[in-house]
C-alpha cells in the first residue's frame, strides 16, 4: 500500500512534499492523492509529435507561447485540483503557483492524448476542471486508438464550439494560439492495431 493510500484527506502542503519525492506523477483533487497511469509507447509517441507540431507552428507567431510537457502541473484553485496535461500553452508570461517553477496557473491551450481507460475522464471530467481557469480557451483530444481530433473553443462565457477531424489530410486550427498544426504530423509513424474479427 502506497503512503498516500493510508490517509483519508491530505493537505495541498502534504501532497506536494510527497509529489515531489514520488518516482510516479501524482494528481491532487480535494484532499485525495490520485496516481497517474503510465502511458504507452504510442501514447507518447503521439505526445512527442503534438509537442514537436504546436513547437514547429508557434514559431511563426508575433505573440510569444510557452510550450510545456506533461511534466508541467496545473492548478485549479476553485477545485483544490493539480493535474498533468500532456501539453499546455502559455500566452507571453507563465504565472506559477506560489512561486514555484513546476506547477502553472494560467494556460491559453491544454493538449490531453485520450488512453482507453482514461477518455472518459479526459473528455469530460478534466474539461470540467479546466474550464474553470480564466485564461483557458482551448481544448484538444488526441486519440490514440484511430485518427480522431477534437477542439474545444471557448467563443465566449459558456460557449465552447466542438470540431472532430477525423481525415489524415486535415488540418486542425488552434484559435487560441493563431497557428494550425497536420493531422498527418500528429499521427506521423503511428500504427494502428486493427481489432481482430
Known amino acids: 500500500m502506497t503512503v498516500f493510500a493510508q490517509k483519508d484527506y491530505f493537505s495541498k502542503e502534504e501532497y506536494l512534499s510527497i509529489s515531489e519525492q514520488s518516482l510516479e506523477k501524482l494528481e491532487y483533487y480535494d484532499g485525495k492523492i490520485l496516481p497517474m497511469p503510465g502511458g504507452t509507447a504510442t501514447h507518447n509517441e503521439i505526445c512527442a509529435n503534438a509537442i514537436f507540431a504546436i513547437k514547429t507552428a508557434l514559431k511563426k507567431s508575433k505573440k510569444k507561447y510557452r510550450l510545456y510537457t506533461s511534466d508541467m502541473k496545473i492548478q485549479i484553485e476553485k477545485q483544490n485540483r493539480f493535474v498533468y496535461p500532456d501539453a499546455v500553452v502559455v500566452c507571453e508570461v507563465p ?103
Open 95 to 197: 504565472e506559477f503557483y506560489n512561486g514555484r517553477k513546476d506547477i502553472i496557473v494560467n494556460p491559453v491551450l491544454i493538449v490531453e492524448v485520450l488512453s482507453p481507460g482514461t477518455e472518459e475522464y479526459d473528455r469530460n471530467g478534466k474539461f470540467e476542471s479546466y474550464r474553470y481557469l480564466p485564461s483557458f480557451i482551448e481544448y484538444v483530444n488526441i486519440s490514440q486508438n484511430r485518427i480522431d481530433i477534437s477542439t474545444f473553443f471557448k467563443e465566449e462565457k459558456d460557449l465552447w464550439r466542438t470540431t472532430d477531424y477525423e481525415s489524415i489530410d486535415d488540418t486542425i486550427p488552434l484559435k487560441s494560439i493563431g497557428c494550425e498544426i497536420s493531422m498527418k504530423d500528429i499521427y506521423d509513424g503511428i500504427e494502428f492495431v486493427k481489432e481482430q474479427k
